[in-house]
């Protein structure tokens, strides 16, 4: 078997590796768009562009199926016991789109700090699946904490305008999701949907990353 070229290594890492810290070292930069320059990169050195992928709004078989319990990492205890108000952060990543997969969320009580980080990896699924399950993952952890309001912050412009009522969901694969979505937040007193760039949601990009690579 022949060795890799340059161009195969550098599209291998674009779609596998989470360069974790290679993000970090680079403020206002995510996992997706580096994947982006490291694609870049292999066209220039002569690679061509890479075959094209499925849609995002394209619905991808389930390789298995996928429970929404995350894996959670509880950072600290709620102060008083159960909290009013929670400050949920969600995120989904799927390397490939469709491809691996992986919902995170970082919840935060109203003074900004962390109180859980949370992770579900979701096998073979889409960018939008995988956001929309980052939403439920930190929704259904923050009843748990008792949390009466909430605040939703997410960098998928989509999620948030389909749930605030101003795009529609046709996709099938997704009505599930959104309605399950909408139950939940039903449940809570108050609640806030807020679009954020994603550089203001780094820390829940880095846990749906966590998820593929750890197989949360």
Same mark, same amino acid.
């Given at each position: /078997?022949?060795?890799?070229?340059?161009?195969?290594? &550098?599209? @291998?890492?674009?779609? #596998?590796?989470?360069?974790?810290?290679?993000?970090?070292?680079?403020?206002? &930069?995510? *996992?997706?768009?580096?994947?982006?320059?490291?694609?870049?990169?292999?066209?220039?050195? !002569?690679?061509?562009?890479?075959?094209?992928?499925?849609?995002?709004? #394209?619905?991808?078989?389930?390789?298995?199926?996928?429970?929404?319990?995350?894996? $959670?990492?509880?950072?600290?205890?709620?102060? !008083? !016991?159960?909290?009013?108000?929670? *400050?949920?952060?969600?995120?989904?990543?799927?390397?490939?789109?469709?491809?691996?997969?992986?919902?995170?969320?970082?919840? /935060?009580?109203?003074?900004?700090?962390?109180?859980?980080?949370?992770?579900?990896?979701?096998?073979?699924?889409?960018?939008?699946?995988?956001?929309?399950?980052?939403?439920? $993952?930190?929704?259904? @952890?923050?009843?748990?904490?008792?949390?009466?309001?909430?605040?939703?912050?997410?960098?998928?412009?989509?999620?948030? *305008?389909?749930?605030?009522?101003?795009?529609?969901? %046709?996709?099938?694969?997704? %009505?599930?999701?959104?309605?399950?979505?909408?139950?939940?937040?039903?449940?809570?007193? %108050?609640? %806030?949907?807020? @679009?954020?760039?994603?550089?203001?949601?780094? #820390?829940?990009?880095?846990?749906?990353?966590?998820?593929?690579?750890? *197989? /949360?």
């Amino acid at each position: /078997m022949p060795p890799p070229s340059l161009v195969d290594v &550098l599209r @291998h890492i674009a779609r #596998e590796e989470p360069l974790t810290a290679t993000v970090r070292a680079f403020r206002g &930069l995510t *996992r997706e768009h580096l994947g982006q320059l490291l694609d870049e990169a292999a066209e220039q050195l !002569g690679g061509g562009p890479r075959e094209a992928e499925a849609p995002a709004s #394209e619905p991808a078989p389930l390789t298995e199926p996928v429970s929404t319990v995350p894996s $959670i990492e509880a950072v600290g205890p709620a102060a !008083g !016991g159960a909290l009013n108000r929670v *400050r949920v952060y969600s995120d989904g990543a799927a390397r490939g789109n469709p491809g691996p997969a992986g919902a995170g969320a970082v919840l /935060m009580n109203t003074e900004g700090a962390v109180v859980a980080r949370l992770g579900k990896f979701l096998g073979h699924q889409t960018n939008n699946y995988a956001e929309y399950m980052g939403l439920l $993952i930190g929704l259904q @952890h923050a009843k748990s904490l008792g949390a009466r309001e909430v605040e939703v912050f997410a960098d998928s412009e989509l999620l948030i *305008r389909q749930l605030g009522g101003r795009y529609q969901v %046709k996709s099938p694969t997704l %009505k599930p999701l959104f309605q399950e979505a909408q139950k939940l937040l039903a449940t809570f007193g %108050k609640v %806030k949907l807020a @679009h954020v760039p994603r550089a203001q949601n780094a #820390e829940a990009d880095e846990m749906s990353n966590r998820a593929i690579d750890e *197989r /949360m």
